[in-house]
């Protein structure tokens, strides 16, 4: 079976007796529960499950909007450098395309972003800039791609979307509150069927993602 599918979907399909049971930050319940989808189309590491509702004459390009959540990896063969494209005009939200590359150098980056962002009519992007500052201010500056979240970033106060200030930045700053505060919202809109997930990628790795007392993390494994 893994052989003409992937370990993913055998793990998803075969496997959920054993989901959640070492704390998963989703509960094991809900893990059984959601059901992957194949994308409609994939190319260059972009996988796409639901093409863009584009305007068709009633103004639904401005009802329609979609945000991009960025992380950036060192494009060495490990963690990988990612985006996940989200429907955000009504709930439940929905997974809409997602990308991922171990081997992508930063540099490289911004334009793939670019890209993806705009045939999702310009959407909205929120970078984590821990690693690599550049990529965002790249997007930003040089690619003059205008919907990067700003955030402030001051010293006394808990950063959050700005328009513009001298404490601001072009992303976010993973930080330990910062991680919880994404964990525990990403929990409730699953565990409410408020986020719709179609990615078997996305899948798998909350099958592995679990919660300690001191933040939550990825589960070491094969």
């Known amino acids: 079976t893994i052989r003409n599918t992937s370990e993913r979907q055998f793990s998803q399909e075969f ?19 959601i059901t992957y989808k194949n994308p409609e189309t994939e190319h260059d590491n972009v996988k ?16 329609h909007m979609y945000f991009v959540t960025v992380d950036i990896s060192e494009g ?21 395309a997602t990308y991922r590359n171990n081997q992508l150098h930063p540099m490289l980056f911004p334009d793939i972003i670019k890209m993806a962002a705009e045939f999702y009519n310009n959407a909205y992007v929120l970078i984590e800039i821990n690693n ?37 930045q072009n992303g976010v700053n993973m930080s330990p509150l910062v991680k919880r505060v994404g964990c525990t919202t990403l929990k409730t809109l699953i565990e409410t069927d408020k986020l719709r997930l179609n990615s078997d990628d996305t899948i798998y790795e909350l099958t592995r993602f679990i919660a300690t007392n001191r933040s939550e993390e990825r589960r070491v494994g094969k």
Do not use: H, M, R, W
Not at 78 to 87: E, G, P
Not at 133 to 142: G, R
């Open 15 to 33: 496997e959920t007796f054993f989901l959640g049971s070492s704390n998963t930050l989703i509960s094991g319940k809900k893990l059984q529960e």
């Open 48 to 63: 796409i499950y639901e093409a863009p509702v584009k305007e068709d004459g009633e103004n639904i390009l401005k009802d």
């Open 76 to 96: 060495k063969g490990l963690d990988c450098s990612a985006f996940v494209i989200t429907d955000i005009s009504q709930t439940p939200y929905k997974q809409v």
């Open 132 to 168: 690599n500052p550049t990529v965002a201010d790249t997007l930003y500056q040089d690619l003059e791609y205008e919907n990067v979240l700003k955030v402030f970033a001051g010293n006394k106060k808990a950063q959050q979307i700005s328009e513009s200030g001298k404490a601001t």
